[in-house]
């Protein structure tokens, strides 16, 4: 699995496992919508946004998977998929 930082989200299944807002632990579902602070994620028919920062995501893809650092998400998602 590419480093999730590199990975296009959208589409990705993602849980909130670690976040500032305690709320929004154990949100999941599949992204939806992403913005520079922001990830949208979809579960039976209702969507929830989530800040990136201070939180951290259990990512799913391919069958295998990684945890995010939310602060590495941070940005533009067309800027984030063009850095190294």
Do not use: Y
Not at 16 to 25: G, I, L
Not at 28 to 49: I, N, P, Y
Not at 63 to 80: F, I, K, N, Q, T
Request: proline share 5%; net charge positive.
């Amino acid at each position: 699995m590419s480093r999730p930082a590199e990975t296009e989200l959208i589409g990705a299944a993602m849980r909130v496992v670690r976040s500032p807002c305690a709320h929004t632990v154990g949100i999941g579902g599949t992204v939806v919508d992403e913005t520079m602070s922001m990830l949208a994620l979809r579960e039976g028919g209702r969507t929830r946004w989530v800040p990136k920062a201070g939180s951290a995501f259990s990512l799913e893809s391919g069958g295998s998977v990684a945890e995010a650092d939310g602060d590495s998400l941070v940005g533009r998602p067309h800027d984030r998929r063009g850095a190294r």
